[in-house]
T-cell receptor
Framework: AQSVTQLGSHVSVSEGALVLLRCNYS??????LFWYVQYPNQGLQLLLK??????LVKGINGFEAEFKKSETSFHLTKPSAHMSDAAEYFC?????????FGAGTILRVKS | NAGVTQTPKFQVLKTGQSMTLQCAQD?????MYWYRQDPGMGLRLIYY???????DKGEVPNGYNVSRLNKREFSLRLESAAPSQTSVYFC?????????????FGEGSRLTVL
């Protein structure tokens, strides 16, 4: 079965600083990988999706993620954090008929 | 365009009571899912329906049943609620039959079992 591991349950950055959220996957086949964001008291929404077309994937709100097969990683980055980025972020991998989610990383942005 | 609608948004039950969470999507999606979210554990799949007329167990199906009533609706039933089922429940849908497409989520149903 496919799985993902998110390193760090909480990440704190200053406004304007680089955001780096880590995700490693375990997959026996070329994976479809996703990052979702959840704002307080809301459902999840898609940030970006990797489908093997390109290793660097750009998403909404200035986020991007790079697929590195040799490291089995799909880390999420944003060059400059904004207060509105404070949320919980989930990495996910496709399995047969469904998505498997990581435990999530809560991003705090300090002013 | 409502997307995925879940009802109720909040519910408090006593141990042993039963209830049904309702979910409907208006995007003509084939696949529908029920997840539960618990702090530090991410989202865990309870049941899914890859297409109308089929349902399958996910990672944590014990204590739950589902019904894919039609293409639009997918309900989750707790027959005898337990405190361990206190959680936030999310319904989601996708136009993908293979699990590789985007999931669209409802706003969640917060359930407390006393």
């Amino acid at each position: 079965a496919q799985s993902v591991t998110q390193l760090g349950s909480h990440v704190s950055v200053s406004e304007g600083a680089l955001v780096l959220l880590r995700c490693n996957y375990s997959s026996s086949v070329p994976p479809y990988l996703f990052w979702y964001v959840q704002y307080p008291n809301q459902g999840l929404q898609l940030l970006l999706k990797y489908t093997s077309a390109a290793t660097l994937v750009k998403g909404i709100n200035g986020f991007e993620a790079e697929f590195k097969k040799s490291e089995t990683s799909f880390h999420l980055t944003k060059p400059s954090a904004h207060m509105s980025d404070a949320a919980e972020y989930f990495c996910a991998v496709s399995d047969v008929y469904k998505l498997v989610f990581g435990a999530g990383t809560i991003l705090r942005v300090k002013s | 365009n409502a997307g995925v609608t879940q009802t109720p948004k909040f519910q408090v039950l006593k141990t042993g009571q039963s209830m049904t969470l309702q979910c409907a999507q208006d995007m003509n999606h084939n696949s529908m899912y029920w997840y539960r979210q618990d702090p530090g554990m991410g989202l865990r799949l309870i049941y899914y329906s890859a297409s109308e007329g089929t349902t399958d167990k996910g990672e944590v199906p014990n204590g739950y049943n589902v019904s894919r009533l039609n293409k639009r609706e997918f309900s989750l039933r707790l027959e005898s609620a337990a405190p361990s089922q206190t959680s936030v429940y999310f319904c989601a849908s996708s136009d993908s039959l293979t699990g590789t497409g985007e999931l669209f989520f409802g706003e969640g149903s917060r359930l407390t079992v006393l």
